[in-house]
């Protein structure tokens, strides 16, 4: 253990000691360094070695402290690469695609067929007892036969025959008709009550006033309700 003399308030004190007892300033300011060539204690303040005479400032060793600046170091910006795009990715596969289209497609198709074509497909499908057929189709299950002929004057047109559902289940009270003629159409109501299945064909006659320089041409079944 040696004594050295603190810088701060020229007390001695050992060298072993962290700070000063009397003024409390760190020991390492006062211990003194030795010359990096001879290795001699160097005198407080001295830069050249008394013994060698080499300037320690010469040291390539010696490790100069460099001044804090109290400028804030600028910020490094970092460059932001813009995010690519998801694509989003298609959830129906082409299969579905193509499957929706040709059913579209049928539908449309099932539009321009004749009501017999599609009471054939209900028969088929066992579906001409649903509610569907019967409030949009039910129409097509009634059958007509009947003759056409003008009253003495001419000005009306008699139509009388007979009528009949061919449904295997629903009870028809009243069906609309359109009867054709070369200069239009005239649309009617038959009230008649049609048992389904029914052997026994009923009786009707419809009288139509007008058209007398006409000629018909044909009916249809507009619609037939329970």
């Not at 001295?46 to 013994?51: E, G, K, M, P």
């Not at 010469?58 to 804090?68: M, Q």
């Not at 064909?201 to 044909?218: M, Q, T, V, W």
């Amino acid at each position: 253990m040696a004594l050295i003399t603190c810088k701060e308030c020229s007390n001695k004190l050992s060298d072993l000691a962290e700070t000063c007892p009397h003024c409390g300033a760190p020991s390492s300011l006062s211990k003194m360094k030795n010359c990096f060539e001879c290795k001699t204690p160097l005198e407080d303040g001295n830069d050249t070695c008394s013994n060698c005479g080499v300037n320690q400032n010469a040291n390539p060793t010696l490790e100069k402290e460099t001044p804090k600046s109290n400028k804030p170091e600028p910020e490094i910006k970092k460059e932001v690469t813009p995010a690519k795009p998801i694509k989003k990715r298609n959830v129906f596969p082409l299969g579905l695609k193509v499957f929706g289209v040709l059913i579209l497609l049928a539908i449309i198709g099932f539009q321009f067929l004749s009501d017999h074509d599609k009471k054939s497909i209900y028969h088929e499908l066992g579906i001409e007892n649903s509610d569907f057929v019967k409030e949009n189709v039910l129409g097509s299950y009634v059958e007509m036969d009947f003759n056409v002929s003008k009253n003495l004057l001419g000005n009306k047109w008699v139509f009388t025959g007979t009528i009949w559902s061919t449904h295997s289940s629903a009870v028809i009270r009243r069906i609309k008709v359109q009867f054709n003629f070369s200069d239009g159409s005239e649309t009617v109501i038959l009230n008649k009550k049609l048992n389904p299945d029914a052997a026994f064909k009923d009786l009707f006659e419809k009288r139509i006033p007008g058209h007398s320089n006409a000629r018909f041409i044909d009916y249809e079944v507009l619609g037939a309700y329970e």
